[in-house]
């Protein structure tokens, strides 16, 4: 029989080095395997909530619904307000929205921060912008 889960966090196995990367939002390959995203573009299949070598299991915070509650996520730049709309960048990690350009955005954050930390914010469903 086939589990059904109260909350949308699953393990998935890394399919590269994800030490370090708890806090990165990931995509999934046809294998089931989750990896760092290659560029802005790519829609996350969900957020890294533990870190684990290659072939090892990670906890996988699913992106379209699913949680609830808040997760840390990884900034690659400032957020200087709460509430922001987080962006996606290539390797996993999170900018404010710049309010142009191409981008997908995952998130909201609950707390402020600088580049390199964790924050506290909110998954949203990847919403595409051009």
């Known amino acids: 029989m086939k589990l059904a889960r109260t909350l949308a966090i699953l393990p998935f196995l890394a399919a590269s080095d994800l030490t370090g990367k708890s806090g990165h939002f990931v995509t999934v390959s046809a294998a089931g395997a989750v990896d760092l ?12 909530l533990t870190e684990a070598p290659a072939g090892e299991p990670v906890s996988v915070a699913l992106s379209r619904g699913g949680l609830a509650g808040t997760v840390r996520v990884k900034l690659a730049g400032p957020v200087p307000a709460i509430g922001a709309l987080l962006a996606l960048q290539a390797g996993g990690r999170v900018i404010a929205d710049p309010g142009t350009g191409d981008r997908v955005l995952v998130a909201q954050a ?9 924050i506290e914010a909110v998954l949203i469903a990847p919403l595409t912008l051009s």
């Open 110 to 118: 609950v707390e402020t921060g600088v580049t390199d930390e964790l």
């Open 37 to 48: 995203p290659a560029n802005a573009a790519q829609a996350p299949f969900g957020l890294a």
